[in-house]
């Protein structure tokens, strides 16, 4: 089993920028795939970003050059920081773990919202 711990999120104004953490309880050598997915009301859970143990990236194409997605495999950890933020990026974003064995982990969510 694999724990989650999301930090950072809030409200930001358009233009604005956010940054998203998450901790995971597991040795970097479990772990495939590490990234970010966001639900807005209403709609289905999307991808966000999400970056493989070879450190292959992959962005939703509505984030691609104002999102950045990194990782730190000593702290184990994946980060995105988000940038010129728009309203139509509110949403909870979900921290999300793929293992070598393919078992997919989520965290609890935190709220992103872009508002004036």
């Known amino acids: 089993q694999v724990q989650l711990v999301e930090s950072g999120g809030g409200l930001v104004q358009p233009g604005g920028s956010l940054r998203l953490s998450c901790a995971a309880s597991t040795s970097i050598f479990n772990i495939y795939a590490m990234g970010w997915y966001r639900q807005a009301p209403g709609k289905q859970r999307e991808l966000v970003a999400l970056?493989?143990?070879?450190?292959?990236?992959t962005y939703t194409d509505s984030v691609k050059g104002r999102f950045t997605i990194s990782r730190d495999t000593a702290k184990i950890t994946v980060t995105l920081q988000m940038d010129s933020l728009k309203p139509e990026d509110t949403a909870v974003y979900y921290c999300y773990v793929q293992t070598i064995t393919s078992n997919g982990y989520w965290g609890q969510g935190t709220q992103v919202t872009v508002s004036s």
């Open positions: 970056i493989t143990s070879s450190d292959r990236i």
